[in-house]
């Protein structure tokens, strides 16, 4: 066995604190092992016009396969909806809540927010979605790591912003959340709040010791999520949603795709067996095309 297995992560707040916490699941269940962290800066941390899916892992994936780093760990949304065949996506803990939150600036009332609100999000999903329900709304785009937005808020810069209930939760800010979006109007991006853990296709010895932090049916609501994504051309650049429960041996998924300006909205539901679910995310995403959302979604990938 692996004496020491070096995890490789992202050095934001957010991207430690999920590694803390599979590493802690690792030691739990290997306890012959040993395991040690290391950051690194991938191109969409230097560059924050950047952050699309491949930004967040480049530099990651590159260490990863000169065999700098034996895992990594990934917010599972971070992830292309194309694995590089080199590697392979080996667990999921279990997942935490998945929804949309929203935190206001003092003296502003959360529910509903006052006409005019400017209201901040780096995700073109978020915003579609709150156009959708609130077109009085100023929505406006903002980067920045948790911290970053949260101080735009408390500044009165923003009057509030959208934010992933799981990433408040895992950096101890839940209670900044002043309202819960409900997944019912507000699908989540696919995968949202789910953590991946990573490895090289071919390492049989770190599979061993990496699947028994596994969750079965977190990683298939991640793997339904992420094809309907991938039949949908999709990342997180793009205004769609996808959320996967599972209940005993079946799972559910519901998809939704929007304009940019919210305007115009399809879903499509539907259920299959738990154990295919990339077969049930592909169903679904080619009955998604065949009724339009590729129109819907052109104009956000140019």
Known sequence: MTDRLRVGTRRSPLARAQTEEVVR??????????FQTVPIETSGDRDRTLGGSPDFTDAIDRALLRGEIDLAVHSAKDLPVSLDPRFRLVACPPRA?????????????????PSGARVGSSSLRRRAQLLRHRPDLAVVEVRGNVDTRLALVRSGALDAAVLAVAGLARLGRREEAARTLPATEFVPAPAQGSIAVVQRADDRQVRSIVRRVDHGPT?????????????LGGDCRMPLGALATARDQSLTLRGQVLSPDGRRSLRVRGSGPLARPIALGERLGRAMLGRGAEELLRPAAR
């Open 25 to 34: 699941r690792l030691a739990r269940s290997a306890p012959g092992a040993q």
């Open 97 to 113: 809540d998945p929804r949309d939150a929203l935190v206001v600036a003092p003296g502003v009332a959360p529910d509903p927010l």
């Open 219 to 231: 990683r298939s609501c991640v793997l339904a999520e992420r094809a309907f994504a991938a039949a």
